[in-house]
């Protein structure tokens, strides 16, 4: 059973720092790209960040760019977002997901990820 958790949500007042962590199962994690993504109330699901199986390559929405880093630890199969200088506007719920590494391939696009976790608040204070 393919299993994506994710943790570390919570309510930060602007400017502050949080750090997201996804577990996942090692048929997951093994050969597969993985992104964040989020959804605020009333608006689509959109893209954050993606890091191939790699753990080199990286990919942010203009939005993050600069203030989240994506990263791996492939020791314990986790997937982390590091989340600086947050804003009100970053607050929605936020997902984890993966799909097939493949090279060249837009990582951004939500359709092609095939497993989700269930998702943790991220709520930025003004």
């Known amino acids: 059973q393919v299993q994506l958790v994710e943790s570390g949500g919570g309510l930060v007042q602007a400017g502050g720092s949080l750090r997201l962590s996804c577990a996942t199962s090692?048929?997951?994690?093994?050969?597969?790209?993985m992104g964040w993504f989020r959804q605020a109330p009333g608006k689509e699901r959109e893209f954050v960040a993606a890091i191939r199986w790699n753990g080199y390559d990286t990919y942010y929405a203009e939005s993050v760019r600069g203030r989240f880093t994506i990263s791996k630890n492939g020791a314990v199969n986790t997937v982390y977002l590091q989340m600086n200088s947050l804003k009100p506007e970053d607050t929605a719920v936020y997902y984890c997901?993966?799909?097939?590494?493949?090279?060249?391939?837009?990582?951004?696009?939500?359709?092609?990820?095939?497993?989700w976790g269930q998702g943790t608040q991220v709520t930025v204070s003004s």
């Open positions: 090692g048929r997951t994690f093994s050969r597969s790209a």
């Open positions: 997901a993966a799909r097939p590494d493949v090279y060249g391939a837009d990582y951004s696009r939500r359709i092609d990820y095939g497993y």
